[in-house]
T-cell receptor, first 114, second 112 residues
């Protein structure tokens, strides 16, 4: 049982480049989330989705885009990478909303923008 | 504006003793609280939660206490084990939101 899988694990981008962070889950969870964690900080929500075809902004959505064409996949797109986007990115999923169930997290993607 | 605060960035406890990790929040709308544990190079994993209608929830060695009037919760680990060494995040949610607000984490080290 793979759970939540993120690829890649590490990536170095140059300023202005674009990339997609992949996230897939095999638990048939409706809810999926993207968080970023900066050093010494808690996790900040970037975008989330409550089901296929539905996405919404979190606390820090600027510079990112998402799509949710299937239940399983929730890719995060960076169009014009900036040094401020250097961070560790975590994808998560949950069966229901987070009032009554916990989220399952992937292992993270460490992104450095130089 | 940090709505969930973990004021102790680190904590060191001897094996077998009690570990107490603290968390304060400012948003009175929060009504569901969770603790996550994170090992290096891994994603956070859920540990224990508590609803605002309770003041205590216990799961094995882990107990979470909630004091709503003080807007404070704590995680007790008894007895502490070396495998408990990790970063612990407190998180909170409101009844209508599908998103967690995380604290900055406390790094727990359990020494032999």
């Amino acid at each position: 049982n793979a759970g939540v899988t993120q690829t890649p694990k590490f990536r170095i981008l140059k300023i202005g480049q674009s990339m997609t962070l992949q996230c897939t889950q095999d638990m048939n969870h409706n809810y999926m989330y993207w968080y970023r964690q900066d050093p010494g900080m808690g996790l900040k929500l970037i975008y989330y989705s409550v089901g296929a075809g539905i996405t919404d902004k979190g606390e820090v959505p600027n510079g990112y885009n998402v799509s949710r064409s299937t239940t399983e996949d929730f890719p995060l797109r960076l169009e014009l990478a900036a040094p401020s986007q250097t961070s560790v990115y975590f994808c998560a999923s949950s069966k229901q909303g987070l009032t009554n169930t916990e989220a399952f997290f992937g292992q993270g993607t460490r992104l450095t923008v130089v | 504006d940090q709505q969930v605060k973990q004021n102790s960035p680190s904590l060191s406890v001897q094996e077998g003793r009690i570990s107490i990790l603290n968390c304060d929040y400012t948003n009175s709308m929060f009504d569901y609280f969770l603790w996550y544990k994170k090992y290096p190079a891994e994603g956070p994993t859920f540990l224990i939660s508590i609803s605002s209608i309770k003041d205590k929830n216990e799961d094995g060695r882990f107990t979470v206490f909630l004091n709503k009037s003080a807007k404070h919760l704590s995680l007790h680990i008894v007895p502490s084990q070396p495998g408990d060494s990790a970063v612990y995040f407190c998180a909170a949610n409101t009844g209508t939101a599908s998103k967690l607000t995380f604290g900055t984490g406390t790094r727990l080290q359990v020494t032999l």
